[in-house]
């Protein structure tokens, strides 16, 4: 007999119209399709950011509808533009490709012209260059708050290589 195993309930960190409002992502994509991506971001990017105290901190804060103080400010500030750029890169470079029992498929619409995959780089790339320069931000204004988390060796920093740029020659 298998066993099901109950994965933990994963809290994304964004509003539902935090992506479209702040990219130039439909609004009327459906949030289920976009939640992988936000996922990546958030343990690819956030943690690492972030720090895993602080990351928990602020995690269960926002599922508790409890953000307050300095935590509130670095969430509006930096955190959900950070989660915003960084999901739009990953949804981006991830978006025409479906992945099936027949191989990996790409997505045409009808009636409809596609980029090519060149030009899909340089937009997702613009996405991880606004997410990097937002996390170079919070890296360099960080010590105005205070936040304990801030301190920890867990935080992270600005070595820590999370953000990076791809360049289009």
């Known amino acids: 007999m298998k066993k099901i195993i109950m994965a933990k309930e994963i809290i994304y ?11 130039s992502i439909s609004g009327n994509i459906d949030i289920d399709y976009i939640k992988p991506y936000v996922k990546m971001a ?6 690492t950011i972030l720090g895993e105290q602080l990351y928990k901190k602020i995690e269960n804060d926002f ?13 509006d500030e930096y955190i959900v533009d950070m989660l915003v750029y960084y999901s739009a890169y990953y949804l981006i470079s991830f978006h025409n490709y479906k992945i099936s029992n ?31 320069s937002v996390e170079l931000r919070f890296n360099q204004e960080k010590h105005k708050y205070n936040i304990p988390e801030l301190q920890s060796k867990n935080c992270g920093d600005a070595n820590s290589g999370s953000y990076q740029m791809n360049w289009f020659l």
Do not use: M
């Not at 509003?15 to 479209?20: M, R």
């Not at 958030?42 to 943690?47: A, E, G, I, T, V």
């Open 102 to 132: 027949n191989g990996i498929l790409k997505a045409s619409p009808e009636n409809q012209e596609t980029i090519d995959n060149l030009d899909i780089e340089k937009i997702a790339s613009k996405y991880l260059q606004l997410g990097a």
């Open 42 to 47: 958030q343990d690819s990017n956030l943690k």
């Open 13 to 23: 960190l964004l509003n539902q119209n935090d992506l479209p409002r702040l990219t």
């Open 63 to 75: 599922e508790s509808d409890s953000l307050a103080g300095d935590y509130l400010t670095i969430y």
